[in-house]
């Protein structure tokens, strides 16, 4: 398994201002990932955090809307930027381990008002 | 892309009862994983299965991956008050994790 923690737990912002989302994992891990999870909703990938390189977005997400960085094998943010009430979810890093399994961190709850 | 269809959508038990839910795909899967969100938390991962056939248990939990590779089902056993929570069905497509829309499950005690 893993060790994830996310940073702000959770934060209410007012619309057209930015938030920096952190996670750190306890170790170095190739693969971590962006979800968004709406009220009431599934979880969404957002993109693919590559450390070195832009990250994988995927459709209906942008880099602009959701820069990540990569700096480390231990360590990624997530922007959510210019945000509007539509932004309100819950946001989750994750890792991928051995054999496609993923373990979450325990989410950023985000409110835009 | 591949879809998860997950079923029931939510179910309110008696404390003590047994639960089943499962999950189908129109697409074969390798492994299928299943997940508990508690309210307020990420998802855990409770079993993760990764052979035709197998049948997995973690507990009173019990967790089948279907001879077809396009379904699997989740049972618990004797269901407790902690048990409530969204119950995820999961699986990989590429790098990715395809998830169903999951099951939420209330607990009379």
């Known amino acids: 398994s893993a060790v994830i923690s996310q940073k702000p737990s959770r934060d209410i912002c007012q619309r057209g201002t930015s938030l920096t989302i952190q996670c750190q994992v306890d170790?170095?891990?190739?693969?971590m990932f962006w979800y968004r999870q709406q009220p009431g909703q599934s979880l969404t990938l957002i993109a693919t955090?590559?450390?070195?390189?832009?990250?994988?977005?995927e459709s209906g997400f942008v880099i602009d809307k959701f820069p990540i960085s990569r700096p480390n094998l231990t360590f990624s943010t997530l922007t959510v930027s210019n945000m509007s009430p539509e932004d309100s979810s819950i946001y989750l890093c994750?890792?991928?381990?051995?054999?496609?399994?993923?373990?979450f961190g325990p989410g950023t709850r985000l409110l835009v008002l | 892309g591949q879809q998860l269809n997950q079923s029931p959508q939510s179910m309110f038990i008696q404390e003590g009862e047994d639960v089943s839910m499962n999950c189908t795909s129109s697409?074969?899967?390798?492994?299928w994983l299943w997940y508990k969100q508690d309210p307020g938390e990420g998802p855990v991962l409770l079993i993760a299965?990764?052979?035709?056939?197998e049948l997995t248990s973690n507990g009173r939990l019990t967790a089948q991956f279907g001879i077809t590779r396009k379904d699997s089902f989740l049972n618990i056993s004797a269901s407790i008050p902690s048990d409530v929570g969204i119950y995820f069905c999961?699986?990989?497509?590429?790098?990715?994790?395809?998830f169903g829309a999951g099951t939420i499950l209330r607990v009379k005690s």
């Open positions: 994750s890792v991928r381990r051995a054999q496609e399994t993923q373990y």
């Open positions: 170790s170095q891990v190739t693969m």
């Open positions: 955090a590559n450390q070195g390189s832009e990250a994988t977005y």
């Open positions: 697409s074969i899967f390798n492994t």
């Open positions: 299965l990764y052979k035709a056939g």
């Open positions: 999961a699986g990989p497509s590429g790098n990715k994790l395809v």
